[in-house]
């Protein structure tokens, strides 16, 4: 069975929740799906500290 993290109600659902456009996944496990948001602030901080995807770099 697949888990989803449901953006409009913050929630773990099944595979028969909210429509795909409003949740994140799937995932493995309920647990895997609940840190779902946390998973996402990890990615993103990764991201903006990457020198090689660095978008501030000065063009000057």
Avoid: I
């Amino acid at each position: 069975m697949s888990y989803y993290f449901c953006l409009k109600h913050h929630a773990v659902e099944g595979e028969e929740g909210c429509r795909a456009q409003d949740r994140l996944g799937p995932y493995g496990t309920e647990a895997e799906a609940a840190r779902a948001l946390d998973k996402v602030a990890e990615r993103n901080e990764a991201w903006d500290n990457d020198p090689a995807w660095n978008d501030d770099a000065e063009d000057e």
